[in-house]
């Protein structure tokens, strides 16, 4: 949403870390190491295994291999056959090829256990990374803080954000009066019911009826900053969004003390 106030991605404000040449010293730092992409493709990958097919002579895409260069299409010879070859029993990878529909392109059976690093959401933490990484210390769970659950309000039909940034730019008045005035506290506090709410931010004076069905946070939490200074309870509750973006075809003055 553009009255979002924009913040930086978060690999833009990522510390930068430790030399790579250290040895790891920290959780942080074996972390690290195992965000390191593996070789695309993989060194025992299929893909390297099985170069493609000589190309046609008049075909210009095609560069020969240099002499010296390994061809991985060959298969390498296989060892000469003794006359006991037939009765010996099949190794474990021949029954992976043989058994497999897919051949020698089907993924090994993973035996390893998924790591998760030590993070949880409580209870007993048995990951084997974090039984290394402790080194047989007390455990130390990382809790994970569940989310304060938000108060979001149903908005009615036709007062979404989307219906709230086309109202604004249909060119309707949205302030209610004319001109820009000079505003005092005592003005300010006869505006202070639903049909009639003034509310001031930043030391701008605002016509927020209009907005009060499309805020998403509910027309009671909007009305108790109504007749008054909102700014502190705006920046306490979302201070990323951009009011003066959303509001600035409601603003109908300034505030003057005195
Ligand atoms: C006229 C000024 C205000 C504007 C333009 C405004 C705008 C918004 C917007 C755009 C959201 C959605 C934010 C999001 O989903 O990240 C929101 C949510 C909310 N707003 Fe406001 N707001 C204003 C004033 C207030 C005030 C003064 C209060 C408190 C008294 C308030 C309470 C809330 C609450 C409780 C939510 C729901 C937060 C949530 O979903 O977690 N707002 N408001």
């Not at 990323?240 to 075809?249: I, Q, R, S």
Request: net charge negative; proline share 11%.
């Amino acid at each position: 949403m553009s009255w979002l106030v924009p913040s930086l991605p978060t690999w833009a404000r990522a510390t930068p870390s430790s030399s790579s040449s250290a040895p790891a010293q920290s959780t942080e730092d074996v972390v690290e190491d195992l965000d390191v992409p593996p070789p695309f493709p993989l060194l025992n990958s299929h893909q390297r295994s099985s170069a493609p097919a000589a190309a046609p002579a008049h075909d210009p895409t095609h560069t020969p291999a240099p002499a010296s260069a390994p061809s991985f299409s060959i298969a390498p010879p296989s060892p000469p056959k003794s006359p006991h070859d037939d009765e010996d029993e099949p190794t474990e990878l021949n029954i992976a090829i043989v058994d497999s529909p897919l051949g020698d392109m089907a993924p090994p059976v993973s035996t390893t256990k998924k790591p998760n690093f030590g993070i949880q959401k409580g209870g007993e933490d048995n990951s084997t990374l974090n039984l290394t990484l402790n080194g047989g210390q007390k455990k130390e769970n990382v809790l994970v803080k569940e989310k304060k659950k938000r108060a979001k309000v149903a908005l009615t039909p036709g007062h979404s954000a989307l219906d709230w940034a086309r109202l604004t730019s249909s060119g309707e008045d949205l302030r209610g009066i004319i001109g820009f005035q000079r505003i005092t506290i005592a003005q300010l506090k006869e505006h202070n019911t639903p049909d009639d709410a003034w509310s001031v931010f930043n030391g701008m004076v605002y016509n927020i009826t209009p907005y009060l069905p499309f805020h998403p946070g509910g027309e009671d939490e909007l009305m108790r900053v109504a007749g008054r200074d909102g700014t502190k309870l705006f920046m306490l509750t979302h201070s990323w969004v951009n009011l003066d973006f959303m509001l600035k075809e409601c603003m109908i003055g300034v505030l003057i003390r005195g």
